[in-house]
């Protein structure tokens, strides 16, 4: 999901509470906890433990870039991991012609030709619309790879805006697994990060009001740690939602939990409706915990508002999903877009 329809809907999700809402009357930002806990995975992921990842190879293929340089250097890491059994970390660095140009390659694993194949594409803008007559008919190269690999998740990385992505290639037995972005949606994005941020939360709201001799208008510290925790639950539920999954038991588990892949996280229609439902249970809220509420019954004011449209616009999307005119690489799919919406370049 984008920024916004994380934030909205840890807001939504706070109004649910009589007292939240009956502070924000009073002019507290109380709700806004909510939202900027949703927000909170993202932001850590993106802002900071990117720039603490390291990595064994950097692939920069400069203003022209050679295919079968790339696959070489893609190949030799792949079969270091698997022969050594160590982990292997390569960031693929994009090629940036000018402020809104970019060079697209695309690197993929033949499985049954044992091989890394890499193409060079057109030059896209920032928005990923190919410039006519810009595709390069002879920048393919391909290397031979002769160890199993299980590429399934990921047999075509596509590398064209922003920072580019980052592979891992780690040896799981006779065959070698190939990671995409592992910084991304690892202990941030779990289950015991959000307990334990939650507590953190609560204790330190307690500890604050224990210092200024705890007034009767502060905020209860529960309160305040639950609506940490509903702000993350919230955000990894709806990142559950796609495809790339999230590390739900850290430090129990080390792998992701793979998504549902009912949407794409990128895509304007869930987003839309995600936005649109949490605003309405906003209204919603704050409407029937005022002296005089005014909206009808909530099966009606959902039925009207929100489950309608969903209907209409939710129709629209799942045919154009088995149509096949959103075929894409999922998971890249989601990083692209909440790269875009970090504005990351």
Do not use: C
């Amino acid at each position: 999901m984008k920024g916004i329809a994380h934030f909205v809907t840890g807001i939504a999700v706070a109004t649910l509470f009589p007292e939240v809402v009956g502070r924000a009357s009073e002019g507290s930002l109380l709700p806004v906890l909510g939202g900027i806990a949703a927000l909170l995975p993202d932001t850590l992921d993106f802002k900071v433990l990117r720039y603490l990842q390291s990595y064994d190879l950097e692939i920069d293929p400069g203003p022209e870039p050679n295919a079968r340089s790339i696959a070489a250097a893609v190949a030799g890491a792949a079969r270091e991991a698997y022969h050594t059994g160590e982990s292997r970390r390569v960031m693929l660095h994009t090629v940036r012609l000018g402020p809104d140009q970019w060079r697209r390659y695309e690197v993929r694993f033949n499985r049954e030709g044992g091989e890394v194949a890499v193409a060079i594409g057109p030059v896209v803008d920032t928005g990923q619309r190919p410039e006519p007559g810009s595709a390069i008919e002879t920048g393919k190269g391909a290397v031979p790879l002769s160890i199993p690999i299980d590429s399934r998740s990921h047999p075509k990385i596509v590398v064209d805006i922003f920072s580019g992505p980052s592979l891992t290639f780690r040896r799981r037995g006779d065959r070698l697994h190939l990671g995409f972005i592992d910084w991304h949606r690892r202990w941030s994005h779990s289950l015991t990060f959000a307990a334990a941020l939650g507590i953190g939360t609560a204790g330190l709201v307690g500890l604050f009001s224990l210092l200024r001799g705890g007034p009767p208008q502060s905020v209860a510290p529960h309160l305040a740690g639950l609506l940490v925790v509903l702000g993350l639950l919230v955000h990894i539920l709806q990142d559950q939602l796609g495809f790339m999954g999230s590390n739900l038991f850290f430090p129990i588990t080390r792998q992701r939990t793979p998504g549902l892949g009912l949407i794409h996280s990128g895509d304007a229609v869930p987003n839309f409706l995600t936005v649109w439902a949490a605003l309405m249970l906003i209204l919603f809220n704050l409407d029937r915990f005022s002296s005089q509420p005014r909206l009808p019954p909530g099966s009606v004011f959902f039925g009207l508002m929100v489950l309608l449209p969903s209907l209409v616009l939710g129709g629209l999307y799942v045919r154009r999903r088995r149509q096949g005119l959103e075929k894409r690489a999922y998971e890249r799919d989601e990083i692209v877009s909440e790269l875009e919406d970090a504005g990351i370049s």
